[in-house]
């Protein structure tokens, strides 16, 4: 069985991150397809792009986003915003819709209003998919005005005992700002991006526009039959050495979504020992990892959130646990510098964007 070293691990992730080399402009699809880029803070899509491709600017990304559409945000894992190859929606979107008696990705919180409504989570949710197709040929701005005006298009469908609850403010933390239903709206709208249903659009003012994914790429989502298995392939191409229950948390999903996809590409996998445990990686990539070449980029600057420091096995990149919570916060996560896949410092701006 193979044996590999956290010095190992770090410089075979940094090539499956693209960051050992910059790619040609030419290659930013794939270097924003590898495993997605999360786009919260917003703009920390584009300085994860920045660092994997060379010599393209903001304005160039903005393009590929904007007009050209050849990369879409939808929310995806976690219920975070990503940004991904549109080619690809099906596997950033459609592989994470659960299965029967697996649960949807980002909806423990909306309990509160559940209970408070006396209704159950998957007729609530087959309420708005109904109403979903009124976004077609629309684009509604902000967060806010979509959830305000879906819950008003819901309130017509709803039980007519559900209305006031409904209307009430909501429990949330903002009460004077959003009712009951606009809360359920927002968290039930992250399974509709999963089905396809609702993408963002352009951003305007300083907020993003949303929209259906018909809308915006011209045709429905059509998901392939092998979505789920190209997912768990790039992230067990951009995490391994790795096991089901990083999958899991990298997903946010439950042990279960989680088991089944791990299974979808279990004949692709082999045990490795890392650090004492074991692990899994593609069987594909193992002649790499057993000797991956160190990366021609020695030193550099990361932004918050950027997929590379998505890594589940935190002592790998930074042992200190301690410097850990430092780099890992609930909230205003710093940016990080790298040598030779290592952290060895933080750094923060006022633009999410690093240092030149």
């Not at 020695?298 to 890594?311: C, F, R, V």
Request: charged fraction near 20%; proline fraction near 9%; glycine fraction near 8%.
């Amino acid at each position: 069985m193979l044996h590999l070293t956290a010095r190992d691990i770090r410089l075979y992730r940094l090539m499956a991150h693209g960051l050992d080399a910059k790619k040609p402009k030419a290659d930013a699809l794939e270097a924003a397809g590898a495993c997605g880029l999360q786009n919260t803070p917003p703009g920390a899509w584009e300085t994860a792009l920045f660092n994997r491709v060379n010599g393209l600017g903001v304005a160039d990304m903005n393009v590929l986003l904007h007009p050209g559409k050849a990369l879409l945000q939808a929310w995806s894992f976690r219920g975070a915003p990503v940004v991904f190859p549109s080619g690809e929606a099906d596997v950033f979107l459609s592989a994470l819709v659960p299965q029967p008696g697996e649960e949807w990705l980002y909806t423990h919180g909306i309990g509160l209003a559940l209970d408070a409504l006396r209704l159950p989570f998957d007729e609530l949710l087959q309420l708005l998919v109904q109403v979903m197709p009124s976004l077609d040929g629309d684009t509604v701005h902000s967060k806010a005005a979509l959830d305000q005006l879906l819950a008003q298009r819901m309130l017509p469908l709803l039980p007519p005992g559900s209305h006031a609850v409904w209307n009430s403010p909501s429990m949330y933390g903002q009460p004077d700002r959003q009712t009951v239903g606009e809360a359920a709206v927002s968290f039930l709208l992250r399974p509709c991006a999963l089905l396809g249903l609702v993408v963002f659009g352009e951003r305007r003012d300083g907020s993003p526009t949303f929209t259906s994914f018909k809308t915006w790429m011209g045709h429905p989502l059509v998901p392939r039959p092998d979505a789920a298995q190209r997912l768990v392939r790039k992230f067990a191409r951009a995490y391994g050495p790795t096991t089901p229950r990083a999958l899991a948390a990298w997903l946010g999903c439950s042990p279960a979504q989680a088991q089944r996809l791990w299974g979808s590409i279990r004949d692709e996998l082999e045990s490795v020992i890392t650090n004492g445990k074991k692990a899994y990686i593609l069987s594909a990539d193992r002649e790499i990892l057993s000797g991956p070449p160190s990366p021609q980029r020695t030193w550099l600057w990361l932004g918050p959130h950027d997929p590379y420091l998505d890594q589940r096995d935190r002592d790998i990149l930074l042992p200190d646990k301690a410097l850990q919570r430092k780099v890992w916060q609930t909230v205003a996560n710093p940016g990080v510098i790298l040598h030779e896949g290592s952290i060895v410092g933080t750094w923060t701006a006022t633009s999410n964007h690093p240092p030149a």
